[in-house]
C-alpha cells in the first residue's frame, strides 16, 4: 500500500481530523461511525478512539487506502 504524506503544524492531530484531512471521509460524522466500527487501523492495529493522538511517523488505514503523518 502506498501511503498519501499529511503535513500537520502542531505535535499532533487527532485521528478523526486526520481521515478528514487526507480526504478519506468528507464528514466528522462519517470519521466517527467508521472509527467506532474498527474499521480503521493505526499502525497496523484497529483503533476505535477517534481522538487518538496522531504524531510524526503514524500510518493510518481505512478501506485499502492509507497515509502517513509528517
Known sequence: ??????SVKEDFIRLD???KLASLVSTGGHAKIVI???EVK???EVC???GKKLHS?????FNSNGFVIE
Open 42 to 44: 493505526v499502525n497496523g
Open 17 to 19: 481530523s486526520a481521515m
Open 48 to 50: 476505535t478512539q477517534r
Open 1 to 6: 500500500m502506498e501511503y498519501k504524506k499529511i
Open 36 to 38: 467506532q466500527n474498527g
Open 57 to 61: 511517523g503514524d500510518k493510518v488505514e
